[in-house]
């Protein structure tokens, strides 16, 4: 009996160390996972805030490269005459010279600029917006319906006097993109003061035309007049007008056109 007892109590005691060991077994697989667990997520928190700080950075220096862009461009438009600052808008009122009930706003905004370049965008009626970088020399796009846009800061590039010419220039724009006949040229008359819906301007008027091939009968020449103001760093008025034989419908509808500004937003006031 006391051999039976002693064998006994020698398998509890067994057992009870297998118990342990497998326990601290375990215990041990679960603090190195968890270790193993903790040592990773600091890791990847560690990675992580280097992530955050890096875009934080990169924001930041985005930022002032943007703040230094934008002094720099309202610097040289402070110290340049002609040049607007960039968020500078325009209004004007479009209409037809016969039927001035058929009228829509035309829009131009600046949205970049740089000491040889001038970048805005032009939302003329429903028409999708137009991007145009303006830089020196002669510049005539249109918008695909009724406004050309001649070198709309024309003063912020070049100086003017009465009789300054701008050459003939083969015109690459609308129906004229197809035909190496299709040109225009412009010329400084003087100034002349005028008042528009915004005010009364003292400006350097321009003229020019488009010469294009007939086309049966529905092409000929259009005049452009432009009104160009040191005080709103833009033009305030432009004139399209048919003359010769053509009807014009060689660029679509293309009626007799008066656009005259409405308002002059500065960025800086808005």
């Known amino acids: 009996d006391a051999d039976k007892k002693s064998a006994s109590e020698r398998a509890v005691a067994e057992k009870s160390l297998a118990d342990k060991v497998a326990a601290d077994r375990v215990a041990m697989e679960r603090a190195t996972a968890e270790k193993v667990a903790a040592e990773r ?24 490269k943007a703040a230094i862009e934008k002094a720099a461009a309202e610097k040289l438009a402070a110290a340049k005459s002609g040049w607007p600052t960039v968020g500078d808008r325009w209004t004007y009122d479009v209409r037809e010279a016969n039927n001035p009930e058929k009228r829509f706003n035309a829009v131009v905004e600046v949205k970049a600029m740089s000491s040889t370049s001038i970048t805005d965008v032009l939302r003329s009626g429903n028409l999708p917006a137009i991007e145009r970088s303006h830089k020196s020399g002669a510049d005539l796009y249109w918008d695909g319906r009724s406004v050309f846009v001649f070198s709309p800061y024309l003063l912020a590039f070049e100086k003017l006097q009465a009789g300054k010419e701008f050459p003939s220039t083969n015109l690459g724009i609308g129906p004229c993109a197809f035909e190496p006949t299709c040109f225009f040229g412009m ?57 010769g034989s053509g009807d014009g419908r060689y660029w679509g509808y293309n009626p007799e056109i008066d656009m005259e500004l409405v308002s002059y937003e500065r960025a800086a006031t808005r």
């Open 187 to 243: 010329r400084v008359i003087g100034k002349e003061t005028i008042t528009v819906k915004a005010g009364t301007f003292d400006s350097w008027k321009i003229t020019g035309n488009i010469r294009g091939p007939a086309k049966g009968g529905v092409g000929g020449d259009q005049e452009l007049v432009y009104w160009y103001s040191e005080r709103a760093n833009h033009y305030v008025k432009f004139q399209l007008r048919r003359i």
């Open 41 to 64: 997520a600091a890791i990847e928190k560690s990675a992580a805030d280097k992530a955050s700080a890096e875009k934080v950075a990169i924001e930041k220096a985005a930022a002032e």
